[in-house]
């Protein structure tokens, strides 16, 4: 009964993983035969790749900046929202609503809203008389990343809202009662019984962020492709470069494989911290 | 106090950030350009249906339309048949088999279908099956596979044995038990996961960009990206193409909130 799955899935999962790795050890422009190079590819990505250095630390500036206002205001709103009533409801599908959206619509709304000519933002700040707050949002590369991280952060938070506040919903309600006859303020509620009751749930939702962050590849790709100047590239817009504009599919492998690496390091990384924590 | 206050700005603000956004988009595929770039929050001063016309009468977005209806249900619909019937058996067999098939699936979890987009296109130009449906609904479906087998395996492990037991006594095949037991009692889990399944593929980008060039063939994500090179600043006529190309999820979304949201959270929280 496993045997239609699995087929497929051995044929273009993990075959093609190994061709992969066999690929990153050639140097090929997809027509011509591959050539055997070795480690020649990682050689040269680790210490005479200028771009790829940058495009990794672009991938983790975006990567952490996003966990931490994501995860951030996801359990905000979740301690808001945490109650079932009719106002809670409206505004939990209020939030979770761009998640149905695809990346490309996302980007096409927030082109228009970053535009800095006719942008409405821009266009709103003029009008107000701030006339140095217009910037060329996505189009600078001093806010490029940061313009798109505002955008991952907006699209996705109300999902990670709606994981938070499952997690907060099994918290026992004696914790709360104990806490308010201490006479515990609100913060002091949060501190000492929301936050390590919801940890695992942080796990969760920071791991989940890390993968969203390093899949990020439509987002970028349909609002900057990369640009300006490769401010906005990640690990998946490089590869796709690499393969398909340079026609250099040796090398974009070795690339893919890097990004494997980090992301398991990372995610590694994190259930180690969150495990020590409880 | 301070919390009522800050509670209710904060639930505001990002209320508005989505509401806004939302509103002129709408109220956008209405007007024409010159009014959105001037007042792009004001009603339409004459409502007009001529970007929907105009979308309709030089653009393929129909055939567009039709083309991720096709590839989404196909791709949910094999990788629901696939998924259940692997993770039945992985449910089922408590042996070295099961662990295996289960480790090996936990590996497409793990490393992102993103990896694999030199060798997918590499073999599939080899195989000439660049520009198919058949070729990008079989890279749908393995990509989604993982997640899949991970959700609904964890669903057929509730399910108590007795009820398997009792129908293997009277002489059922595996099969007969997975089809007569096991998928009847799934249904709330199928259905979360196929939701799950047509937000990913309705709106994926990544593979038939990968796969797919002639204009015909195109779904909605990639014909999106058409348009935007062919309307350039036309903001009005994008608006309408996003708008078409968002319904189907939007009236999904607001039929079957619930089942939606629990869809997109299992995918999430299971993963």
């Known amino acids: 009964m496993s045997l239609p799955a699995l087929s497929l899935y051995v044929f273009l999962f993990l075959v093609p993983v190994l061709n992969n790795l066999r690929y990153a050890l050639t140097k090929w422009d ?28 672009n991938n983790i500036e975006f990567m952490f900046w996003v966990v931490i206002f994501q995860t951030g205001f996801a359990l905000l709103f979740a301690t808001y929202l945490v109650r079932n009533t009719r106002t809670t409801l409206f505004f939990r599908t209020l939030f979770f609503f761009p998640t149905i ?10 082109l228009f809203l970053y535009d800095p000519n006719y942008g409405a933002i821009n266009t709103t700040f003029k009008k107000i008389g701030l006339d140095s707050f217009a910037l060329n949002w996505l189009g600078s590369e001093d806010s490029a990343l940061y313009a798109i991280i505002f955008v991952q952060v907006w699209f996705h938070t109300g999902q990670m809202m709606v994981i938070y ?26 501190k000492s019984v929301t936050w390590p009751m ?4 942080s796990a969760v939702v920071v791991a989940y962020t890390t993968i969203q962050s390093f899949r990020a590849f439509d987002l970028v790709y349909a609002t900057t492709q990369g640009g300006p100047n490769n401010e906005t590239s ?26 494997v690496i980090m992301i398991f390091l990372i995610t590694g990384l994190q259930k180690r911290i969150l495990r020590t924590r409880y | 106090m301070i919390y009522k206050v800050s509670r209710w700005l ?50 393929e977005i129909l055939t567009n339309f039709k083309n991720s209806i096709f590839v989404t249900s196909l791709s949910v619909l ?54 198919t449906y058949h070729g990008l609904i079989a890279v749908n479906v393995v990509a989604t596979l993982p997640i899949s087998v991970f959700i ?24 007969k038990v997975y089809r007569s037991i096991a998928l009847p009692l799934s249904k709330p889990a199928l259905g979360a996961t196929s939701i799950f399944l047509f937000v990913i593929c309705w709106n994926d980008l990544l593979f038939p960009l990968l796969l797919i060039t002639e204009s015909a063939k195109k779904t909605l994500p990639l014909a999106l990206l058409d348009y935007r090179g062919e309307y350039a600043t036309s903001f009005s006529m994008i608006f309408t193409a996003v708008l078409v190309a968002s319904i189907p999820m939007v009236i999904m979304y607001l039929a079957m909130q619930k089942s939606f949201v629990a869809g997109l959270t299992a995918g999430a929280v299971k993963g």
């Open chain 1, 30 to 57: 997809g027509i011509e035969e591959p050539v055997f190079v070795g480690l020649d590819n990682f050689k040269k990505l680790a210490t005479d790749d200028d771009l790829a250095t940058k495009v990794l630390g």
């Open chain 1, 101 to 110: 959206l695809s990346s490309v619509s996302v980007a096409m709304i927030w």
């Open chain 1, 165 to 190: 506040i499952a997690g907060l919903q099994q918290i026992p309600a004696e914790l709360y009662e104990a806490a308010n006859v201490d006479g515990a303020s609100r913060w002091q509620q949060f």
């Open chain 1, 198 to 201: 919801a940890l695992p749930t």
């Open chain 1, 234 to 259: 990640i690990l998946t817009t490089m590869i796709f470069q690499t393969a398909f504009n340079e026609f250099r599919f040796g090398y974009a492998a070795s690339q893919s494989i890097i990004m």
């Open chain 2, 10 to 59: 904060g639930l505001t603000i990002f209320s508005l950030l989505i509401i806004i956004p939302t509103a002129i988009v709408v109220l956008g595929t209405f007007k024409t350009d010159l009014e959105i770039y001037d007042s792009p929050m004001a009603l339409p001063l004459n409502w007009t249906l001529d970007n929907y016309r105009r979308l309709l009468d030089d653009g």
């Open chain 2, 78 to 131: 094999i990788t629901l048949i696939l998924a259940s019937m692997v993770s039945f058996a992985i449910a089922r067999m408590m042996n070295v088999t099961g662990k295996v098939l289960f480790v090996l699936f936990s590996l497409g979890l793990a490393i992102p279908g993103q990896v694999n987009i030199i060798p997918i296109y590499l073999l599939f130009n080899d195989l000439g099956l660049t520009n």
């Open chain 2, 152 to 175: 609904l395996t964890s669903f057929f492990k509730e399910i108590p044995n007795e009820m398997y037991e009792v129908a293997s006594i009277d002489g059922a095949t595996h099969f």
